[in-house]
């Protein structure tokens, strides 16, 4: 059974929307269908309805009529969660402040029933997949945040869940941690190959953890896709916008160049739209020599990363382009320079949006 | 002046206040106590005397009582109160804490109108049994008349301490698997365990020592605040009043002490 259950449930969210009691619509009825072993991160600016979807899923909250959540094609829509063997890592944590460690994490098994001997080494099991050997005794006030986090999911995945629900469960540690424990949640989410839906407000994350993303703009779903896709083919500005950095560019597009006041750049087709908006991403511009160069403009400034260097460059388009350029191109402010954009790299987006 | 000895000079009439009305006469109180016929012993016959012995037992098994209905009524009042919003809500919790002005006298006198002789109790039993039902004279009354008295001061108490617990802790125990009683059981109970503790020490310590309720109620009723009464009006027998008035003190004391170390590590696991 170890072996199925260690892949977990898929989920299907029909037309699930939610408008809370006071009238707020937290969520527009959406459809979402998730993948047995999936990690599926749901992303977006706070307040955009990611926690309502989470807990529409784990029946922590119910959706407005018409709405249905399936698990393994079961409907579960009416099931509590007590019933529907979730594992749930909440934004605080909610570990019990009146028992220790291993009580915390052997608690769900204790109220399904199983021997104390068998708890105890499902326990033992998840202290030392967690790292947290040592720690066992403490109770919940004597740990770190860093550590509080790795008994919330060894809590969570100890009753071998259907489905990992995670919501936002780095945003309360510290920059620096936030990032050594994202790679260690990414092995152990890929380790444990359970369906898991993710849910954070940092694109960084989703990217790295996500199989799939669900970018959610104010209680809509914006774009659903691999990290890849949502990164180079974005189908908004929102998207495009939110997901890493992202010039956006309005101009005229005749006979498949975008008529910019540094020059004409050319797209894929041969399009003509009298006022069209595309995305470019900094990293894909690459600099030259002002005189040869298809597009040119004035530095405007120059921010040294380390591994690569931000410039701000104005002139080319109807607003400032950020540029990322190689750590060694020797560029000062005030002077011109130029630049050159492959076709696959412009992005044309709805102009509405 | 050194920054101590301005401390130690602000603190002087506090030291002050707290001899001369607090300590000196505890202080007379212990000493009088003693200096009866039987001497030190005197405050013995507490214990060794049937009679004080059976009025103490009385006293403190009502005291218990009153503390443990109190805190299972308060809490299943307070839950349901702070948790849930209805129509006249607002309006129930103003009537349920109306009683908190009230004297022991004030409470007394109700319940002889809900349980006296003319009382609403005994015409209502009259009427459907053919038998007068009175109670209100007796320990029930008293009973009644303290859980009167208490409930609105711990039912006060509960809200505040639901209204802080952290739902989260809820949610994430059904999300384990965890029945609604199961939830009760290993989390919400042990989060109010220090509320318990301190609003039921209160309602234990003002059952063991009310006196205005049971004054209005009848003479006669076996609790110790009745015999110091009595013993002291009465019988004028300073020195035994005395010794009990002590005994009364510390038997409370030593009850609620062994309550709160019991509790202690429900309470210091709780955080
Ligand atoms: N219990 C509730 N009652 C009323 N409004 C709520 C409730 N919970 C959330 N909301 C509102 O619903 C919207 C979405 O909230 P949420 O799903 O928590 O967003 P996110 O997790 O993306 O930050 C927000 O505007 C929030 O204020
Ligand atoms: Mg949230």
């Known amino acids: ?353 | 002046m050194s920054h101590r000895s301005f401390v130690w000079l602000c603190l002087l009439p506090l030291a002050v206040v707290t001899a001369a009305f607090f300590l000196l006469p505890m202080a007379r109180l212990v000493v009088t106590g003693a200096a009866g016929p039987q001497g030190l012993a005197g405050y013995l016959a507490i214990l060794t005397e049937p009679r004080y012995r059976a009025t103490l037992l009385n006293t403190v098994l009502l005291a218990t009582a009153t503390t443990i209905v109190t805190l299972i009524v308060a809490t299943v009042a307070g839950m349901f109160l702070q948790r849930h919003r209805f129509p006249g809500r607002a309006i129930l919790i103003a009537m349920l804490t109306f009683p908190l002005a009230f004297p022991g006298v004030v409470v007394g006198f109700m319940i002889i109108l809900l349980a006296g002789r003319q009382g609403l109790i005994g015409d209502f039993s009259n009427r459907v049994l053919g038998e007068k039902l009175v109670f209100a004279y007796s320990i029930y009354g008293l009973f009644l008349g303290y859980l009167y008295f208490s409930i609105p001061r711990v039912i006060l108490t509960i809200m505040a301490a639901v209204q802080k617990l952290d739902t989260g802790l809820e949610e994430a125990a059904r999300s384990l698997g965890a029945s609604p009683w199961a939830v009760q059981r290993d989390v919400v109970l042990p989060a109010l365990a220090p509320a318990f503790v301190a609003s039921g020490a209160i309602a234990f310590a003002t059952a063991m020592g009310a006196f205005g309720t049971a004054f209005t109620l009848a003479t006669n009723i076996d609790v110790l605040p009745m015999l110091i009464y009595t013993e002291f009006t009465l019988a004028a027998n300073f020195s035994i009043s005395a010794a009990l008035s002590v005994g009364l003190g510390v038997v409370t004391w030593l009850i609620l002490a062994l309550a709160r170390s019991f509790s202690g590590s429900a309470v210091a696991a709780a955080g």
């Open chain 1, 1 to 353: 059974m170890s072996a199925q259950a260690g892949h977990g449930a898929s989920v299907r969210i029909e037309t699930c929307g939610k408008t809370f009691a006071d009238g707020t619509r937290a969520l527009e009825p959406a459809t979402l269908e998730i993948a047995r072993g999936e990690t599926l991160v749901l992303l977006g600016p706070s307040g955009c309805g990611k926690t309502t979807m989470l807990r529409i899923i784990a029946g922590l909250e119910l959706p407005d009529a018409g709405g249905r959540v399936l698990f393994d094609d079961k409907d579960m829509t009416a099931v509590p969660i007590e019933r529907r063997n979730v594992g749930m890592v909440f934004q605080s944590y909610a570990l019990f402040p009146n028992m220790t460690v291993s009580d915390n994490i052997g608690y769900g098994l204790k109220i399904r029933g199983v021997p104390e001997k068998e708890r105890a080494a499902r326990v033992a099991e998840l202290v030392a997949l967690t790292n947290i050997s040592g720690l066992e005794h403490r109770r919940i006030d004597q740990l770190s945040g860093g550590q509080r986090q790795r008994v919330a999911l060894a809590r969570a995945v100890a009753i071998r869940p259907g489905i990992l629900l995670l919501d936002e469960p780095l945003t309360a540690l510290d920059a620096a941690l936030r990032d050594r424990l994202r790679g260690e949640l990414n092995r152990l989410l890929r380790a444990l190959g359970i369906t898991t839906i993710y849910v954070t407000h940092d694109q960084s994350e989703a990217m790295e953890l996500g199989d799939r993303v669900v970018v959610m703009q104010k209680g809509k779903i914006a774009q659903i896709g691999t990290p890849r896709e949502i990164y180079f083919t974005p189908n908004s500005r929102f998207v495009a916008e939110f997901i890493g950095a992202a010039n956006i560019v309005e101009a005229a597009i005749e006979n498949g160049h975008l008529v910019l006041p540094g020059g004409r750049q050319p797209i894929n087709g041969d399009a003509n739209i009298p006022a069209a908006v595309a995305m470019i991403r900094p990293e894909t511009i690459r600099v030259m020599a002002a005189e040869s160069a298809p597009l040119s403009g004035i530095i405007d400034s120059v921010s040294f990363i380390g591994d690569r260097q931000r410039l701000v460059v104005s002139g080319v388009s109807n607003r400032s382009l950020a540029v990322d350029a190689p750590n060694t191109v020797r560029a000062k402010s005030g002077e011109r320079i130029g630049l050159s954009i492959s076709p696959d790299a412009v992005r044309l987006l709805p102009p509405e949006s």
